[in-house]
């Protein structure tokens, strides 16, 4: 089974401040890597596929990378809407597996 | 547009059997696996299982084959998962969820409690 590892688990950040979260994976994925955004009492919501990939409708200060095995997501200058946990998923192999997600708080 | 909408919040006792069901639309129903998360409360989301519902082909991941069963009913483009044992261990949030590999659409959730 492939091992996503999510860091940091926790961040409090000042609204305008970058966030950066990584995962990594145990293996080769390639760029079968998302993200997504739960916010409390929500379901999970799709922010960035395949690694580096934008949706409509996420705005553009969500942004990923891959780096071989490491991905990063980034919220550049965050705003109090963007408290939530993010989490990531792989999705190279069936069944896919999560990291263990980020908590992300407006100080 | 597409919709996953999720039977309802469910309490039962242990070692009781359960069955709850996702009900899909807007989309062919035969083209995309769909995957079930489990979220246990203050905790992260775990995946379950996968099912095609093409031919029914299921991948369950290691710490949850054997404890549930994945199924669906093409007939009416909706997606099951049974517990024909329940535990106090199984109370969490569970959602259903498909896509071309990411996860584009996501059930509401249902909240399964299990305790005497």
């Known amino acids: 089974e492939i091992v996503l590892t999510q860091s940091p688990d926790f961040q409090s950040v000042t609204p305008k401040e970058k966030v950066t979260i990584t995962c990594r994976a145990s293996?080769?994925?390639?760029?079968?890597l998302h993200w997504y955004q739960q916010k409390p009492d929500q379901s999970p919501k799709l922010l960035i596929k395949?690694?580096?990939q934008s949706l409509s409708g996420v705005p553009s200060r969500f942004s990923g990378r891959r780096s071989g095995t490491n991905f990063t997501l980034t919220i550049n200058s965050l705003e109090a809407e963007d408290a939530a946990t993010y989490y990531c998923?792989?999705?190279?192999?069936?069944?896919?597996?999560f990291g263990g997600g980020t908590k992300v708080e407006i100080k | 547009e597409v919709q996953l909408v999720q039977s309802g919040a469910e309490v039962r006792k242990p070692g009781e059997s359960l069955k709850i069901s996702c009900k899909t639309s807007g989309y062919i129903f035969t083209t995309y696996w769909i995957g079930w998360v489990r979220q246990m409360p203050g905790k992260g989301l775990e995946w379950m299982g996968f099912i095609f519902p093409r031919d029914s082909d299921t991948r369950y991941s290691p710490s949850f084959q054997g404890q549930v069963t994945l199924s669906v009913d093409k007939s009416i483009t909706t997606a099951y998962l049974q517990w024909s044992s329940l535990k106090a261990s199984d109370t969490a949030m569970y959602y259903c969820?498909?896509?071309?590999?990411?996860?584009?659409?996501w059930g509401q959730g249902a909240l399964v409690t299990v305790s005497s």
């Open positions: 969820a498909t896509g071309d590999g990411p996860l584009d659409f």
């Open positions: 998923h792989q999705s190279s192999t069936l069944p896919g597996t």
């Open positions: 293996q080769s994925i390639g760029s079968n």
């Open positions: 395949s690694a580096s």
